[in-house]
T-cell receptor, first 113, second 117 residues
Framework: DADVTQTPRNRITKTGKRIMLECSQT?????MYWYRQDPGLGLRLIYY???????NKGEISDGYSVSRQAQAKFSLSLESAIPNQTALYFC????????????FGPGTRLTVL | AQKITQTQPGMFVQEKEAVTLDCTYD???????LFWYKQPSSGEMIFLIY??????QNATEGRYSLNFQKARKSANLVISASQLGDSAMYFC??????????????FGQGTELSVKP
């Protein structure tokens, strides 16, 4: 079984709809991240969480919100989706130690019409 | 300011030959880590190799090696004996350890590698 899972894997929605992307991990990591990938721009950080009570904005948090329901679950919400939020979204986890790699989920491909 | 720069949007290499993917970075953090990830067409992000800023030797992982030149702030990925399955997008990323307590990764724009048979 995958260590970091994301649901849904693909989603098509309409402008103005609320949508939630979910991430679960079985790695026991404290830190979780949400990234967005647009063509030609690499990955950019939306939000990150050190633990359940510690959530922080990344470089492109406008239009998004998150919830850390448990150590293993970190959800990303688009309150009112717009077409320029069409992208590939990744969840990632890591420990809090130095030099540790981030483990990525398989990604969610979101299309906003 | 761009912190990770990958200047090669696309690269071609002949199967079984070696290829170098360039990455330069910019940071004033005294302690940092550099990563390379592979993203095949299926979309997942696959960790390849890591180099710490204080590591004395260049990192190697199988056919992957990282040519780390700290003074030049470069961390190039070398893939030896390219295989068709190496065709993918490759991302260089950096994690600053003192100024960036969140541990977030800063990514470059990526290099698309195509391996020719």
């Amino acid at each position: 079984d995958a260590d970091v899972t994301q649901t849904p894997r693909n989603r098509i929605t309409k402008t103005g709809k609320r949508i939630m992307l979910e991430c679960s991990q079985t790695k026991g990591h404290d830190r979780m991240y949400w990234y967005r990938q647009d063509p030609g721009l690499g990955l950019r950080l939306i939000y990150y969480s050190f633990d359940v009570k510690d959530i922080n904005k990344g470089e492109i948090s406008d239009g998004y919100s998150v919830s850390r329901q448990a150590q293993a679950k970190f959800s990303l919400s688009l309150e009112s989706a717009i077409p320029n939020q069409t992208a590939l979204y990744f969840c990632a986890t890591s420990t809090s130690g130095a030099y540790n790699e981030q483990f990525f989920g398989p990604g969610t491909r979101l299309t906003v019409l | 300011a761009q912190k990770i720069t990958q200047t090669q949007p696309g690269m071609f290499v002949q199967e079984k030959e070696a290829v170098t993917l360039d990455c330069t970075y910019d940071t004033s953090d005294p302690s940092y880590g550099l990563f390379w990830y592979k993203q095949p067409s299926s979309g997942e992000m696959i960790f390849l190799i890591y180099q710490g800023s204080y590591d004395q030797q260049n990192a190697t992982e199988g056919r992957y090696s990282l040519n780390f030149q700290k003074a030049r702030k470069s961390a190039n990925l070398v893939i030896s004996a390219s295989q068709l399955g190496d065709s993918a997008m490759y991302f260089c990323a950096m994690r600053e350890l003192v100024y960036n307590q969140g541990g977030k990764l800063i990514f470059g724009q990526g290099t698309e590698l195509s391996v020719k048979p």
